[in-house]
């Protein structure tokens, strides 16, 4: 019989007690487990508590903006955003194999993560949003248990080359208790109730070779599609929701001419745990209204498809 505020409490007085008067840093991604650690550690620890966050270019839209703006003006902990977007996307130019576009934004991840670590000095500590299930499936890997299908980057291999000690308050709880202590500690509800985003972020929803043009279109018709989500009251009845960025060219005809543009595939899904998916059997009026928004106020699309692929065999993800 927890409650978010005793455990708060608890690793509040945990975390000082392994801090001591030293210097924490922290990956900030956004998401929900990075997120709460940073809300946490600044109650813990306040100023002795420093946190990267890193612009790959491959955000959702107004993302990088929202993190400053909840954590650096309204909270006040100290953030370093980084703006990484040319490095990223020059990473990746010319590759199109998904496995190897995982590996670069990881990689990526990591190097300027070091250097700006490198930049801050007296760091003893680094803090991890591990929350149990990670810590599960990273003991399965190790054992060989887990089939790793893909190179999810955000758990593991960070900068063992910094020997920093790790600081892991998540550790022992499950995503719905993290979630409790989010909103205890006064983060956004939409952030806290946000549905999950990779790692290698819109780097794995725009097929193929990764560019700044498809990146761009790929953030205002994601954000279309989860404005009317959440106006129809449907986004919280659907686990992970998003628009995927197709590098194909299909005909639309405009006035006495055709005109050749890129397609937009929606995705929408319920799931518990992930590993299987049903697609989310939108409304045709909500479906009808984020196409119609879509193509009329994103230049260069001309068609929107609703993705009715079922995990197994479909990922959520489209690559
Ligand atoms: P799939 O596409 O495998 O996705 O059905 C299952 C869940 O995992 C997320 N996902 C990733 N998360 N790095 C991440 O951090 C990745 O490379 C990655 N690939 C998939 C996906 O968004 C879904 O929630």
């Known amino acids: 019989n927890w409650t978010p505020a005793q455990i708060i409490e608890d690793q509040i007085a945990r975390v000082r007690e392994q801090v001591g008067n030293r210097h924490v840093l922290l990956g900030l991604s956004g998401g929900v487990d990075s997120s709460v650690v940073a809300a946490l550690l600044h109650k813990a620890i306040g100023d002795q508590l420093t946190c990267v966050f890193v612009d790959n270019g491959l955000l959702r839209k107004a993302e990088g903006d929202q993190v400053m703006e909840t954590f650096a003006k309204h909270m006040g902990v100290k953030v370093i955003r980084v703006d990484a977007e040319d490095l990223f996307l020059g990473k990746l130019k010319g590759e199109a194999e998904p496995e190897a576009k995982r590996k670069i934004i990881g990689n990526t991840f990591i190097d300027v993560f070091d250097a700006e670590a490198a930049k801050i000095e007296g760091v003893d500590f680094l803090a991890q949003g591990t929350i149990y299930p990670d810590v599960i499936e990273s003991a399965a890997a190790k054992t060989g248990k887990a089939h790793v299908i893909k190179s999810h980057h955000n758990v593991g291999g960070l900068p063992e080359t ?37 790692g290698p972020g819109l780097g794995v929803r725009i097929l193929g070779e990764v560019k700044k043009e498809y990146a761009d279109i790929l953030r205002e018709a994601d954000a279309i599609f989860i404005e009317e989500l959440h106006n129809a009251g449907w986004y919280h009845k659907t686990s992970q929701a998003f628009a995927v960025f197709l590098p194909v060219k299909s005909v639309g005809v405009v006035g006495d001419g055709r005109r050749y543009e890129w397609v937009i595939a929606l995705r929408a899904v319920e799931t518990i745990d992930f ?40 990922t959520i993800e489209w690559e």
């Not at 892991?168 to 006064?186: A, N, S, T, Y």
């Open 162 to 198: 910094m020997k920093l000690k790790l600081v892991e308050p998540l550790r022992e709880l499950f995503k719905d208790e993290v979630r409790k202590l989010g909103v205890e500690l006064g983060l956004p509800y939409d952030m806290v109730y946000r549905h999950p985003f990779p």
């Open 275 to 314: 590993m299987t998916a049903r697609w989310a059997h939108l409304p045709y009026e909500l479906l009808e209204k984020v196409s119609n928004r879509i193509i009329n106020e994103i230049t260069g699309v001309s068609r929107v498809t609703y993705d009715v692929s079922s995990k197994p065999p479909a």
